[in-house]
């Protein structure tokens, strides 16, 4: 396996086959550029994963711990998901800690046995139960009474809940890389959701809702999602496992970063919009999009803009995110905005800006600290935030 950290500069040089070289240009987590008769493999910016594919294992690791990773992507999805949904994982590496947290999530939600709902299904039948389709029942037996086509409820344990938890089950048992006590848990999982319908090749991920009755489901439910939506796996050509886990890191932190804000102020008055349309010029040519802007009476009050970078030796960004910024404060008539980067340690430093009633707040977060602490940061950021609005 190679181990590459991320935005890492150097890379690794190493001799690839043109199917090895075609699979990581367009895995979307490495670069690949040639080097007499080798070739250098870095990680692309900001991107981090894992991918295993015609002999090849590379792993590009965050900056943040795995679990820390995959607490930012669950929360960015859902502010129901919990650190300790994939705090404590005691695994090594990234497929490693993403099996045992599926695992150990999915084994709690069915240690109280496997949840039955009531399913809709639809059926030809001699019996008739529930609600006759008429229109089907013309279309498809014109003149004819039996077998009638008829709509019921059935309880039974082949739920949308139950059908997404073994979609991601079997997703992850088929990846490489997986410790074996691991894959004979995840075996076993299987086996209890065996009368679950599989989920079809290409098909749409089952939608759930939480409700009472599903609660113990809740933290395994969004691990699955998490699993369905960020990790891939295909068959190759050669009848060999491609499986991939890529993460756009700059993405991961605006929607965590959004969706923790919206959580901080939605006890607030007005509304928290993400990715908020503005034009900057008079003729509306000059459009952009702003990632959160909270609006209150139907006017934006201020601006926040996600920066996943770290500051400068000397102790500064550049220069271009401020004058992004001042864009976004000119075309919204905004006098405060602040600018929030992922940092080493948690400070603020203020910029007035000249001959000009705006003020850019730079605002780093710490990201080496626990989730809790992460979320009361933006708490605070939050309450920053509203205070100076207010002032």
Known sequence: MIALPENSQTG???????????????SGLVDVRPSGRDFVVTPKSKRVGAV????????????????RLLFMLGYAQNPGFLPENVEGVQADGLWAIVAESLCRNVEHALSRGVLSGYATEHSSSTVIRGRIRVGDQIS?????????EITHDEFTTDTPENRLLRAAVSRMLSVPRVDPGIQGRLRHLLSRLGGVSPLAHGAPLPRWRPTRINTRYHPALRIADLVL??????????????????????????????????????????????????????????????DVVHVVD???QFIVDAKYKLESKKGRYPNEDMYQVISYCTALGVERAWLVYSGDTAKATRHRILNSPITVITYA??????????????????????????S
């Open 12 to 26: 690794k040089r190493m001799a690839l086959t043109p199917a090895q070289v075609n699979y990581l240009r367009g």
């Open 52 to 67: 295993h594919a015609y002999g090849l294992d590379i792993v590009v690791t965050p900056k943040v711990t795995i679990p």
């Open 140 to 148: 498809r037996r014109p003149g004819r009474m039996m077998p009638v």
């Open 229 to 290: 939506n960020t990790l891939s796996f295909e068959v190759g050509d050669d009848g060999l496992a491609i499986a991939s886990f890529v993460v756009n890191m700059e993405k991961v932190f605006e929607d965590f970063l959004t969706t923790a804000l919206t959580e901080a102020w939605s006890t607030s008055p007005g509304r928290t919009r993400p990715q908020y349309p503005a034009k900057l010029d008079g003729s509306g040519v000059i459009s952009m999009n702003i």
């Open 298 to 300: 139907g006017k934006p």
């Open 365 to 390: 977060l710490d990201l080496d600290v626990a989730p809790t602490e992460l979320i009361a940061q933006i708490g605070h950021l939050a309450d920053s935030i509203t205070a100076s609005a207010m």
